[in-house]
């Protein structure tokens, strides 16, 4: 089955012998590349809503794998089962992702790593994870189509982070890859074109992206 270049690098990350839970596993085509790729891999494809579910379902019939993925319908961490240690979320609002984790914190708090995607607020969980006592274990810009997304992989354990460190992730600063510039061009593009839409009344507003607007410039 034909997976796209994000799913394929969240799929990458995920440690040999891993047992995943992926909510909101849609399709489940990262679920069938996880276990396909790695005998060891067992994952729990989940999901709030029955017809991804179903589609999950014929995905993983279609490659007769129905022994190595199990279904489970439900929000976010309920589906979580005692053998999982590892938790992904990807194609989702970064806030959206946090209510998920804060819905069920015990839970959030018994994992050993989280792979997540979240297309946006990704400063807003960096800073959610590590108040909870989870560090950036890795980062990756990975460009899909037309898009460049953020993969931010989270391990159990404290690490201090500056304002830097959460605004542009600790690990693509230290990288600083090929898509680096190219993804906070289009930042700085985008925060240019707001700063010039917002009302000058709206003053705190324009202030942090004023902020926002020097740092990426000083980066670049
Ligand atoms: C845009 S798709 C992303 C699919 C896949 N994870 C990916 O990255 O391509 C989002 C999926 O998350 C599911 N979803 C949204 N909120 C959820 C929640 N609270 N718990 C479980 N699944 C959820 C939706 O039903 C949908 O199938």
New binding site residues.
């Given amino acids: 089955m034909k997976i796209n270049n994000r799913?394929k690098q969240i799929g990458d990350l995920v440690e040999a012998n891993s047992f995943c839970l992926d909510?909101?596993?849609?399709h489940a085509l990262?679920d069938i590349y996880l276990v396909k790729k790695n005998k060891n891999i067992k994952a729990i494809a989940?999901?709030?809503?029955e017809g991804?579910l179903n589609s999950a379902k014929e995905n993983i019939k279609r490659e007769k794998l129905e022994d190595k993925i199990e279904l489970r319908l439900g929000?976010?961490l309920d589906t979580y089962s005692n053998e999982v240690d590892t938790v992904i979320i990807?194609?989702?609002g970064g806030r959206?992702i946090i209510g998920?984790l804060k819905n069920n914190l015990k839970i959030t708090k018994k994992i050993n790593t989280f792979i997540l995607?979240p297309n946006n607020y990704q400063e807003d969980l960096k800073r959610f994870l590590t108040k909870n006592s989870f560090y950036i274990d890795d980062e990756l810009l990975v460009k899909d189509s037309k898009f460049i997304y953020q993969i931010l992989v989270f391990k159990k354990g404290k690490k201090k982070y500056s304002k830097k460190d959460y605004f542009f992730g600790p690990k693509l600063l230290e990288k600083k890859g090929l898509l680096f510039k190219e993804y906070y061009t289009k930042e700085l593009k985008s925060r240019e074109i707001l700063m010039n839409l917002l009302p000058k009344n709206f003053r705190l507003k324009r202030y942090k992206i004023k902020k926002e607007i020097e740092l990426i410039k000083e980066e670049l």
Avoid: R
């Fill in positions: 799913l909510v909101g596993c849609d990262l989940s999901d709030i809503a991804p929000n976010g990807s194609g989702m959206n998920i995607s």
